[in-house]
């Protein structure tokens, strides 16, 4: 049973246009929420974080919004550009040690 | 800073042979966290350690196991392969401290069981 659930499963988004990513989540405990973004061949990359007490959160071009009482948070990517074409995934944690809790992904294609 | 070090980058195994993957932390990074990634079951946590004791385990079952050294540097195995361990093990650290959640990925090691 999958804590996180993520959407769309894929999106094209032209350059210059904005990506947007939902992620849900049922467990009330989680207190940490990243997204990773994942090219092919390499280990996922931490690109921002957000902790419940806040309700958005931007770093450059990459803004996380979270809503705590849907129990749903976003990854928005503005002015988006070819190289952010990869696989973004969003990740819940607890005070668990280690055990993050990821959606399924999303494949993003930037278009020229 | 040298990032985490996965090594092999690849194997190919045969089923019912066991292998053993190597995962060098962070310098200073006391917590390993190993998970395995496949197209249909996405990332799966395996297990998490700290100080060389397990401290979480995931839903999987005895063949996998692993251990952390003294120098925090893990390994993990998986024993009698089927061909279902064909995956991308992705390994973790972290400072492990409570409330730090800073996960450094390594860059994997892609299993290929035949």
């Known amino acids: 049973q999958q804590q996180v659930k993520q959407s769309p499963q894929s999106l094209i988004v032209q350059k210059g246009g904005i990506s947007i990513i939902n992620c849900a989540y049922e467990?009330?405990?989680?207190?940490?929420f990243p997204w990773y973004q994942q090219f092919p061949g390499k280990g996922p990359a931490l690109l921002i974080a957000?902790?419940?007490?806040?309700s958005e959160k931007k770093e450059g071009r990459f803004t996380i919004s979270f809503n705590k009482s849907a129990k749903q948070f976003s990854l928005h990517i503005m002015d988006s550009q070819p190289g952010d074409s990869a696989t973004y995934f969003c990740?819940?944690?607890?005070?668990?040690?280690?055990?993050?809790?990821f959606g399924a992904g999303t494949q993003v294609v930037v278009t020229p | 800073k040298a990032g985490v070090t996965q090594t092999p980058r690849y194997l190919i195994k045969t089923r019912g042979q066991q292998v053993t993957l190597s995962c060098s932390p962070i310098?200073?990074?006391?917590?390993v966290s190993w998970y395995q990634q496949t197209p249909g079951q996405g990332l799966q946590f395996l297990f998490e350690?700290?100080?060389?004791?397990?401290?979480n385990k995931g839903n999987f079952p005895g063949r996998f196991s692993g251990r952390q050294f003294s120098n925090s540097r893990s390994e993990m195995n998986v024993s009698t392969l089927e061909l279902g361990d064909s995956a991308l093990y992705l390994c973790?650290?972290?400072?492990?401290?409570?409330?730090?959640?800073?996960?450094?990925f390594g860059s994997g090691t892609r299993l290929t069981v035949v």
């Open positions: 973790a650290s972290s400072l492990g401290d409570s409330g730090n959640y800073g996960y450094t």
């Open positions: 467990n009330t405990a989680f207190d940490y």
């Open positions: 957000i902790r419940p007490d806040v």
């Open positions: 990740a819940a944690n607890t005070d668990s040690w280690g055990k993050l809790q």
């Open positions: 310098s200073g990074h006391r917590s």
């Open positions: 350690y700290f100080s060389e004791t397990q401290r």
